[in-house]
């Protein structure tokens, strides 16, 4: 089982935590060349896969399916990078589950998705969110950050557990490289992030 991991080109706060992720050893290209064929480069690092395109993040549906069929691996949840969006313009840092259930057959679902439609949430969405606020104080983004668990309300469709990491809420801190790193660490859980800090720290040290 694998985890995905899904950034965009065309979003700074999904694409800048995508390097800083890609920034940890142990990355290496995966060919799937169904999915290359479509604009959509992977890459592996143990059991997570990193899946990057150039549209928006909510325009890619079905990547959990599409990835499944292209390589024979069984998908266990999907996580996106992307910006969050507030009338507040406050930063913040988010996590939420997806979908669109309070649509009705027939309405346009205005941020992708289908009427009626959510994903199952992720089981990680409760232990990230801590973890999340534990990084984020680790990395002295707080208070200035909120730390925030949002509501369902966009796609892209997939079926297996699916969650966003956001940063939020405007163009200068969507593009914030300590806010991206945090969310790549959160994003590769509580022993990796553990164990990255630690060798930095050693790094440093040296």
Known sequence: MVTIVVATTSDPASINPAYALLAMPGWLPVPAPSLLQQGIKSFANKNVRFLQHDKGIVEEDDLDRRW????????DEVIFFSK????SNRPALTVHPIG????????????????????????????????????????????EFEITLEGTHHGPITTKPTMFLEIGSTDEYWKRQDAAKVIALVSLGRTWARRWSCSRKLGQGG
């Open 84 to 87: 969050h969006t507030a009338v």
């Open 100 to 143: 669109v259930p309070h649509l009705r057959e027939g309405d346009v679902p205005p941020q992708g998705g289908r009427p009626g439609w959510a994903a199952p949430p992720d089981p990680r969405i409760g232990p990230w969110l801590r973890l999340l606020k534990k990084l984020a104080q680790s990395h002295n983004l707080v208070p």
């Open 68 to 75: 499944e069929e292209a390589t024979g691996e069984a998908v």
